[in-house]
């Protein structure tokens, strides 16, 4: 395969970790200095908290997208590796989704205390959509995992 044939992908991946360490330098501490009431800055904690230790998965997967690109530049898409990184994802997903759904009392709370019920669907996102990265790496997983043995069959048959 062509070396460059992923440069898109990895310049997505980037693009996608950019605007997430932004926030986490930036947005998230300005938030804390700031609340816009401050008589529930208190409970804004527990949430900032579970949103800093959610970066850290964020980023691994995001390494691991970027290795598994590499594979592929490397014509390794179908080996052990490959398999490995989905795993990684698979994980970090998940990992994202448990922490994201251990906020959600806080969520729950600052929505009652602020009469915003629109709040707790706009928390439900990260979980979701993290649950359907972790599903759809667990099924890619598994694919490459099927067609590695298959493949690993072929060359002993021949």
């Not at 527990?46 to 592929?72: N, T």
């Not at 669907?121 to 599903?135: D, E, K, S, T």
């Amino acid at each position: 395969m062509k070396r460059g044939s992923t440069l898109f992908l990895k310049l997505s991946v980037f693009l996608i970790g950019a605007p997430v360490l932004a926030l986490c330098v930036f947005g998230v501490p300005w938030l804390v200095k700031h609340p816009v009431n401050p008589d529930f800055a208190y409970i804004l904690y527990p949430i900032i908290i579970g949103m800093y230790a959610s970066a850290i998965p964020f980023f691994i997967a995001l390494y691991q997208a970027f290795k598994l690109l590499s594979y592929i530049d490397k014509n390794q898409a179908f080996s052990e590796l490959s398999v490995k990184a989905l795993k990684h994802i698979k994980v970090c997903a998940i990992t994202i989704s448990g922490l994201y759904t251990a906020i959600m009392p806080f969520v729950f709370y600052l929505a009652e205390i602020d009469d915003a019920p629109g709040l707790i669907i706009i928390g439900g996102i990260p979980i979701f959509g993290a649950l359907v990265i972790a599903v759809f790496a667990a099924v890619l997983q598994r694919l490459l995992q099927e067609a590695i043995n298959i493949k690993s069959e072929n060359d002993l048959t021949v």
